[in-house]
DNA sequence: CTATATTTTTACTACAAAGTCAAATTTATT
DNA sequence: AATAAATTTGACTTTGTAGTAAAAATATAG
């Protein structure tokens, strides 16, 4: 029985094959949502039959549950590093290098966590309003000191930081329409891009 | 038979039914993307049965196709306004206000149109490469323009448009993930986010 | 009011998708 | 090699969904 396993814990096709399987539905998942993906066409993506691939999750639900987890944490880590150590304006550039970066490298991950949000967030909701908040409260007290202290620019935080994510997450969701824009391929936005909201925040925030 | 109808083009009754239909397929587009909405969903929404909806509209694909129609008239329009007369950081910021508003007037519009670019942009790929690039080399043109005359500070036209589209769009697709970390009602975030993204793009345009 | 065009409903078909189960096969252990 | 455990397959059931057809009901024009 899968996942009952031995007690040196997962198997070696077990590791293997849920890897594959979980890579499969982030594509599936990411460009159709939860509802337009089926397991018939993340089962062809990963080269499984579909019970064979019912074997390692039990339900759709499952492997959707298991991604989202997944991103949460990958989605707040940046965030969580943004210190109050170290020079403010560089710090908050570094955020947004790091974001973009991340655009860059899990532009999947990002897609999903989009398609979460845009159909009402109906399994994120309480990490939302839970961890998220609490965290970019946290966050957002800190800029404020920066700011009242006079190392920013006075700055709303909260949607300083909604800028921060949509500027560089939009490279992630949009990438279609970026490079249908820019006649490139893919990815020859990132130096560019790079420079531009680089520019566009720390202008923003260094003090006058 | 729908839409032979008589001389006198539609009936009230098409018109009345048609548009309903179109407001419910809106919504139900939005949250769960093409695939993911189902006709009886659309036609439970709109108060008729679903043979009933079919009267109206030949299958899912053409009121979605009209639906994408709108919304990329709508969506173009804005960035055709934007005009060489006028003062350019004015025009500029005008430019991002009216985006701004059309994300608390129209999110589901905004939400379909994200929903289908995240889907690979299967319908709408002519048009992107096509009238979209277009307007946008022909916008950035007149924005590089403004640059070398001194009017604003230099800046990567294209890149300036892509951060405009994504702050302010964010605003109507990841509305619940605004409203849940501002812990605020619906469209609370406008005035706040309008200040912000005038001062974020002013900042940086306002020649030094 | 009545004839005609229209709208709506009921009953249906065909097919796609989720998920199950037991048998067959493969892999690991001794 | 023999055995047990893990993995894979094929055949299946059930449910959901797209779309059709013809009859019934309703609205509209003369």
């Keep these: 029985m899968a996942h009952a396993s031995n007690s040196r814990g997962q198997t070696r096709i077990q590791k293997e094959k849920s890897e594959a399987i979980l890579a499969a539905a982030l594509k599936v998942f ?3 949502g939860f509802r337009g993906a089926t397991i018939d066409q993340i089962a062809d993506e990963a080269g499984l039959s579909k019970p064979n691939l019912l074997y390692y999750f039990k339900n759709k639900e499952d492997m959707h549950h298991q991604l989202i987890e997944r991103i949460l944490v990958i989605w707040l880590d940046p965030l969580r590093q943004f210190s109050a150590t170290g020079e403010p304006v560089e ?4 955020y947004v290098q790091r974001k973009l970066e991340m655009a860059r490298d899990f532009p999947l991950q990002s897609r999903l966590f989009c398609s979460e949000v845009l159909q009402g967030a109906p399994n994120i909701m309480s990490e939302l309003t839970g ?3 609490t965290l970019v409260d946290e966050k957002a007290m800190l800029i404020e000191h920066w700011a009242k202290a ?3 620019n006075p700055v709303d935080p909260y949607h300083l930081l909604f800028s921060i994510w949509a500027t560089t997450q939009h490279y992630a969701d949009f990438s279609i329409q970026v490079e249908a824009v820019l006649a490139q391929n893919k990815q020859h936005w990132f130096v560019d891009a790079s420079a531009h909201l680089d520019k566009l925040f720390r202008t923003l925030l260094k003090p006058s």
Tied chains: 1, 2.
């Design 150 to 152: 006079g190392y920013i």
């Design 30 to 32: 990411a460009n159709y």
């Design 91 to 94: 710090e908050i550039c570094a």
């Design 131 to 133: 961890p998220l908040k």
